[in-house]
């Protein structure tokens, strides 16, 4: 798990502090299917639904985070 | 003073430029666990609308409801593990309301949510502040909420762990009466979240939440046999510290129209349950309008430092508690549990035609069907009646959405 973080804090680094993709470029990007938490009221219910079941919850991190889309 | 006003005075001209989305969403969902002797049914109908007030202001407003009935076991140990469930039925109402405030690339915002339901009451605030950064490409948020709960409880003051009353039913709750209590639950939740676009087809997040609750957290109906003929209500730790890892990585795959996702979560608490979560998702357009989804999700967990199995050699009825803590809550107990799921979106955009029934940008009707077969791993957990067969959880859900 700590190797899969290292490197996702490493690829995202990598992205960081520049234009890493244009405006003109993100035609996929702001395809629905591109946005995980497209649809908040289904996530929402499924954390209400699995953190009533299951031990662990959290690590959604704060709602309403980017898609990265213009 | 004069610098700063002229700073605000450009945030607020780049926020006119930003807009968020008018919007109502409703959805209906079905949980359920269908075993013989301790079904459950949860109803869960849920409400939002977020309208923009002002180009760089919105408010949103939101209602669930759980519709609860079924049964299940009072006290925990091995004999009342497989036999004696007791019928329950409750209803939970929540109500939201919020405001963002979008200011150039950031925004902040701020809501508070009330529920209640016959045994419990919860007052919470959520604050957050999220900012856009490099083009889009980076997005930064910060959150933190505070709930202020309260769960109905016997007046068990004074009186040892393996002493403790159970409460019998809600009856008399948060009414005043005579031998019934309001034990406080005060839960800190913190969390951040990092949004990432690596290149044109591919966005990552990691996100984490760290939470602590302080208070009564045991179920106060439930019970746990201890030492062979002792039955005191399930005692748990007053403080739990939480936290969670996610990682999120989602591709493009331009050719076929759909795209992947993957998901990863690890997560600790102080009670010392540790799990993991890994997930794979395909999204495909089928068809302009017709939006497939097709999920696999696993889960797996360790168990609490205080669970003691009924099935096992040094169960609470032959030992009794682990220090003062005992439970009967199966979240306690190791498993693991996979999820397969299904989902279909018609969606349809407002063209050059018209608007979608004459006032809509866009119209989301989707619904959803999730199989989830939960697998102990120690002999007799509490409601193991619930993991009979090969499907233990199912999940349906109807929703429609409209965008203005």
Redesign the interface.
């Known amino acids: 798990m700590k190797t899969i973080v290292l490197l996702f804090v490493i690829a995202g680094a990598a992205g960081c502090g520049r234009y890493a993709v244009r405006a003109d470029e993100k035609e996929y990007l702001a395809d629905r299917i591109m946005q995980p938490d497209y649809d908040e009221m289904e996530l929402a219910n499924d954390q209400h639904v699995l953190s009533n079941r299951e031990g662990a919850q959290g690590g959604y991190g704060a709602a309403g985070g980017g898609c990265g889309c213009n | 003073m004069r610098r700063l006003a002229r700073i605000l005075m450009l945030l607020l001209a780049a926020a006119a430029v930003a807009r968020a989305e008018d919007k109502v969403?409703v959805?209906a969902?079905y949980?359920t666990e269908p075993a013989n002797k301790e079904a459950l049914h949860?109803f869960?109908p849920?409400v939002?609308v977020n309208v923009d007030a002002h180009p760089n202001f919105s408010l949103n407003f939101g209602y669930e409801a759980d519709v609860v009935t079924g049964a299940t076991a009072r006290t925990y140990g091995a004999m009342d593990a497989i036999s004696s469930a007791t019928k329950f039925s409750d209803t939970r109402h929540a109500f939201h309301g919020g405001a963002e405030l979008r200011l150039g690339p950031a925004a902040v915002?701020a809501g508070y949510t009330y529920a209640f339901e016959n045994d419990y009451r919860s007052h919470a605030i959520d604050v957050?502040a999220?900012v856009?950064l490099?083009?889009?490409?980076?997005?930064f948020?910060?959150?933190y909420s505070h709930n202020f709960d309260s769960v109905c409880d016997v007046d068990n003051k004074g009186a040892a762990p393996t002493e403790r009353r159970s409460l019998g039913s809600s009856q008399g709750c948060f009414k005043g009466m005579v031998g019934l209590i309001e034990e406080p639950l005060a839960i800190d939740?913190y969390?951040?979240?990092?949004?990432?676009?690596?290149?044109?087809?591919i966005?990552?997040?990691?996100?984490?939440?760290f939470?602590v609750l302080d208070g009564f957290q045991s179920n106060p109906y439930r019970r746990v046999r201890l030492f062979g003929t002792v039955e005191a209500q399930e005692s748990e730790p007053l403080l739990r510290q939480?936290?969670?890892?996610?990682?999120?990585?989602?591709f493009?795959i331009?050719r076929a129209r759909?795209?992947l996702?993957v998901?990863?979560?690890?997560?600790y608490?102080t009670w010392g349950?540790k799990?993991?979560?890994a997930e794979l998702s395909w999204?495909?357009?089928l068809h302009p309008q017709l939006?497939l989804r097709v999920r696999g999700r696993y889960?797996q967990?360790g168990r609490?430092l205080f669970y003691r199995d009924a099935g096992e050699t040094l169960s609470y009825e032959s030992v009794g508690p682990v220090g003062q803590y005992f439970t009967g809550d199966?979240?306690?107990s190791p498993f693991r549990?996979y999820l397969a799921g299904v989902k279909l979106a018609w969606v349809r955009n407002a063209d050059e035609h018209g608007k979608v029934l004459r006032w809509f940008e866009q119209m989301d009707l989707?619904f959803?069907l999730d199989l989830?077969d939960?697998q102990p791993m120690t002999p007799l957990p509490p409601n193991q009646p619930r993991d009979v067969g090969l499907v233990n959880?199912l999940?349906a859900?109807l929703?429609l959405?409209l965008r203005w």
């Open positions: 969403e959805k969902e949980f949860v869960h849920a939002g915002d957050g999220k856009d490099w083009g889009k490409n980076t997005t948020r910060l959150g939740s969390a951040m979240s990092w949004t990432q676009v690596l290149s044109p087809i966005v990552s997040d990691l996100s984490a939440t939470q939480r936290v969670a890892v996610q990682a999120r990585l989602r493009a331009v759909g795209a996702g998901l990863g979560r690890f997560y608490d349950i799990a993991g979560t999204e495909q357009w939006l889960y967990q609490a199966r979240e306690l549990d989707n959803k989830i939960y959880a999940i859900e929703g959405a």
